[in-house]
């Protein structure tokens, strides 16, 4: 029985605070941890399949052109070898997040160097391996594809805001900022390759993979192959990080399963670390302006970010940079505009916080550069202008915690509020000082799906498509379902990452928590009814933990032999055009320069947060932690570099491309300030994952130049970037 | 990755007699070359396993010195009580570099042979004179950050990516060389790499068939010694500029400057003319530029990695201070 639910209200009855199991919130360590740590976790690649045939991708080595001829032959001779695959279906890119169909470029056209092109299949990966490498391949090259965004003409995308007079602000204003940032390319850098093992059954296809959306890849895969939905099965039970990653269906999948169909027997496709840097999604390199004009106290009367990203011809997908930018300041006269290059490097998608990642770093730095012109605390100046609703909308908030998270971070972080010059503090070698910078991510909810059985002997089962991609919703699931109905987690059975099991929300965009987790509420809640029917009370007066009611009574007797079964259907509905709902917070660092070699340490940091109800403070705060490590990536270290001439990616393993190691993650507070979120989700949760990093980057860009003097305008701030701008 | 055979080589004489093929390399820890391997970069036919060879013990020498096992680890040379009491630099080179787990598994011998991490030449579908002589170099015009400032060619301009060579020339050790003969020669590690010239293929003055069987450290030489290693991030990241130093001072002067350079060339650089520029010189900023004018004197930059100039400068400047203060 599926139970509908569709929220066009504020949730305001709190009903998880009544409830009496006490789990909900709690810092329950992960169900799934002990498997992970020991290894008997098994990730897509490790499924034993007996007779599974490997193959590997081969990819172009030309920009653009045409595929004209393989010579396969001379491939098929080599030991081992059983197939050379160039199915028209194949796919050349991944499915961009959410697209629920499969991209239809076909393996003939090359649009970017390293694209796939074709898939060899072999007994061993060692001899698949080799013979890829040996694949003679014939083009037509089209000569002089742009692969430079600063080189060719851009797109304007849909909305733009233009609001008032920017340029008379601008000029009218007691002080004003106009600089130009720029921030380069990131890899999502999840740690288990993309990998699918395909399987046939007559028609029937089961593919174990890796991936984030199992509610969607299943319609990108069964699109690719020209099959039907209902004879397709997904399983990611366990997914190695994602990051946006793997949003939608990648090449892998698609290869596998045209592979396994064509030689009647199981394939395995695992791409190497340099096929997943070179032939999945890149994060757009930026190049931002931002234009602020503020009164003589610095209360914002101008807004201005305009947002130069690239993509390939033909994706839709471009990096929203200015999402939180249109709500987090007041300032009545704006104008944001988002422009796209159509370049041929590799595609570009979501990769971890998109848009926020890079956009909140900008303007953040904007903003510092704004607090030292009117002579204010940086964290003054934001409280100055945090707007009562949405500038451009006109919505209220759904809930908006940056003006707590500012004044709870600074007081907890111990932020010196007094007058700030940079070079004030040296210790040794290194220039030592402080920055700080607002949170702010758009929250992002969709429709879910998920089962509950209340069992017959008082243990629970949830059941839904949805992905853990390593955040802990296994676990916060069981919670919420343990809290609902009663019982301890570990009598709540988590069933994920399935297409067998009702459409979950997926992982992305920080909103799997809050959707899926909605489902289940909603499906035990009637679950709680059908109980409360049979003690003879309302479903609102019916307590319930440790597996009885108030009354003493056991599920087990209460349920009387039987099992409750219920879906939960939960869907946004129009409260989302009511409000306008973003997770909030604020970061503050304290970072080293090094004034001989431009060298940046962060000595440490603390993010406030204020994300809608926390449902298991553990794996939320584990969540930040990540977050604010990906910040200081963004900030120091982390740059695709694309080779001027024909665009492909140079620095495509984690040797080369340089995400932050442990020596340099130092320790880290988090404050979560806990609020409920009546308009976000029916359970008063938002996404967290993401918000940790978004604008962490310029609490440390800030602290280079209050330690150092370097105002740097480049992300990310490598020793040459701040040697540049180091004063004498 | 092409196939190949494999063979455990019991005694040395095994190992020169397989890698006597221009078509056979010999695997120590393998840290790199079977990453190489994979991206079919380097392509061997036969591979000699030599790990069970011997060499790999850490002894005194007769002249009070310090022999090290070509296959000693990484780890175990810089553990070793005598190599951190005696040639801490030796000791703070190797733990700057890679991480823990590859150190346990690299042994000294290899990490002298270990490769270039220029882009072009670790993607066999990009031009590289190194991995494909006259195929052309990427890097110039491309990429190339890491890129050599100092002894570059027009075919080459890679750097030769490690640590622990750059304190080993700083210590002026001896490499010892088992020849495909069945002799021995030594070489100076200071002549052991070559610059790239117009063989930018050839990293070392290695023949075919002959296997690194130690390399040993001259008598302790006592100073201040220091490793700085600049670097993006604070570990698993290769040096944009690193400077092994053995520092003295006498009477305010400086009366030993030992310094060897690392992410500047296609060896660790050395150049006797700047120890002679230091020493009876006073720990001053234009003591510091003078030397660095020496070092860079012959530097240029390829676009991308000009601010290793500046900063090779920068560097230099701090270490000589920071030894200074500490030899004083």
Known sequence: ?728 | MRPFSYTKARVIEDARQITADESAMAIAGGTNLLDLMKLQVETPHKLADINRIGFDEIKKTADGGLSIGALATNTATAVHPRVRSDYPVLARAILSGATQQLRNKATNGGNLCQRTRCFYFTNIDQPCNKREPGSGCGAIDGIAKLHAVLGASDQCIATYPGDMAVALSALDAQVHIATAGGSERTVPVRDFHCLPGDTPWRDNVLEDGEIITAITLPAPVGGTQIYRKVRERSSYAFALVSIAAIVEMKDGLFSRADLAFGGLAHKPWHDLRIAEALIGQPPTAQTFDKAADILLEIARGYGENDFKIPLARRTLHAVLEHAAEEAA
């Not at chain 1, 009903?15 to 008997?40: F, H, I, P």
């Not at chain 1, 030991?79 to 959410?98: E, F, H, K, N, W």
């Not at chain 1, 993010?607 to 990540?626: D, I, M």
């Not at chain 1, 860009?701 to 701040?722: C, E, K, L, Q």
Request: proline residues 4%.
């Open chain 1, 1 to 728: 029985m599926t139970v509908h639910f569709k929220q066009d209200k504020p949730e305001q009855s709190n009903r998880l605070d009544g409830m009496k199991q006490g789990v909900l919130g709690k810092g329950v360590s992960r169900l799934e941890g002990l498997a992970k740590v020991t290894g008997t976790a098994p990730y897509a690649a490790e499924y034993p399949v007996e007779g599974c045939a490997e193959g590997v991708l081969v990819t172009s080595t030309i920009t653009r052109g045409e595929v004209v001829g393989l010579d396969k032959d001379a491939v098929l001779a080599m030991p081992g070898v059983l197939a050379v695959i160039d199915d028209s279906r194949l796919t050349t890119r991944p499915a961009q997040g959410t697209a629920n169909e499969a991209p239809k470029q076909g393996p003939k056209t090359i649009s970017y160097w390293g694209q796939p092109i074709a898939l060899v299949v072999a007994e061993t990966f060692e001899q698949a391996r080799d013979a890829a490498k040996h694949l003679t391949v014939k083009y037509r090259e089209e000569e002089g594809a742009p692969v430079d965004p600063q080189a060719v003409e851009t797109e304007e995308k849909d909305g733009t805001v233009r609001q008032g007079d920017l340029a008379h602000a601008m000029a009218e204003a007691a002080h004003s900022v106009d600089v130009t940032f720029t921030t380069r390319g990131h890899a999502s850098a999840a740690m288990e390759p993309h990998a699918a093992i395909a399987e046939w059954d007559g028609d029937k296809l089961t593919v174990h993979a890796s991936l984030q959306m199992l509610n969607y890849n299943i319609s990108e895969l069964a699109d690719a192959l020209g099959v039907e939905e209902d004879d397709v099965r997904l399983i990611s039970r366990f997914v190695g990080g994602g990051f946006g990653s793997k949003l939608g269906i990648s090449e892998e999948v698609v290869a596998a399963a045209i592979a396994a169909k064509d030689l009647a027997r199981p394939v395995r496709v695992v791409m190497s670390r340099q096929q997943v840097f070179q032939c999945i999604m890149r994060r757009s390199e930026t190049t931002q302006r931002l234009r602020l004009a503020a009164d003589e106290d610095g209360k914002l009367t101008g807004f201005g970010h305009h947002a130069v990203v690239s993509n390939l011809p033909g994706e839709v997908f471009a990096e929203p940079v200015l999402q939180s930018s249109h709500f987090l300041y007041s300032g009545e006269n704006r104008e944001l505009m988002l422009e796209v290059a159509r370049i041929h490097r590799m595609t570009a998608g979501s990769v971890r916080a998109p848009g926020e990642a890079v956009g909140m770093p900008a303007l953040e730095g904007a903003m510092d550069v704004l607090a030292e012109k009117v002579g204010i605390d940086p964290v003054e100046l934001r409280l100055k202008n945090i707007p009562e609703q949405d500038p451009e909308e006109g919505l209220p908030f759904s809930s908006n915690k940056l003006a707590e998270c500012l004044k709870q971070g600074a007081e907890a972080f111990g932020w010196d509020s007094g007058p700030r010059k940079p070079r004030q503090h040296q210790d040794g070698e290194w220039w030592v000082g402080t920055g700080m910078a607002s949170a702010a991510r758009a929250h992002s909810i969709s429709e879910a799906r998920a089962k509950v059985t209340l069992k017959s002997d008082g243990t629970a089962l949830v059941e839904t498509d949805m992905t853990d991609i390593g955040t802990g919703t296994y676990t916060i699931l069981a919670q919420i379902a343990g809290e609902m109905l009663g019982l301890e987690p570990n009598k709540v059975l988590v069933e994920l990452g399935d297409t067998r099991h009702p459409r979950g929300s997926g992982s992305g965009g920080s909103w799997g928590a809050a959707s899926t987790g909605s489902a289940v509420y909603v499906a035990c809640k009637a679950i709680r009814e059908d109980l409360a029917a049979r003690v003879g009370v309302e479903e609102t007066a019916l307590e319930l933990s440790q597996g009885k009611t108030s009354a003493g009574k056991s599920l087990i007797d209460l349920l009387g032999g039987e099992d409750i079964a219920r879906e939960g259907h939960y869907e946004p509905g129009d409260i989302k055009d009511d409000y306008t709902a973003a997770g909030f917070g604020a970061f503050f660092a304290q970072v080293r320069v090094n004034r001989y070699t431009g060298e940046t340490r962060v000595d440490r940091m603390l993010g406030a947060f204020g994300f809608g109800r926390v449902l298991n403070h553990k794996t939320a705060r584990s969540q930040c932690l990540g977050g604010i490590t990906w910040s200081i990536g963004v900030a120091l270290t982390e740059a695709l570099e694309f080779d001027p001439r024909d665009g492909h990616l140079v620095n495509c393993d984690l040797a080369e491309y340089h995400v932050p190691v442990n020596r340099d993650v130092p320790e880290l507070d988090v404050l979560m300030v806990e609020e409920r979120d009546a308009a976000a989700s029916p359970i008063q949760a938002k996404g967290i994952g993401e918000l940790g990093m978004c604008g962490g980057a310029a609490a440390i860009a800030n602290a280079i130049y209050n330690a150092s003097g370097a105002r740097i305008f480049d992300y990310p701030m490598t020793p040459d970037h701040v040697l540049k701008a180091m004063p004498d």
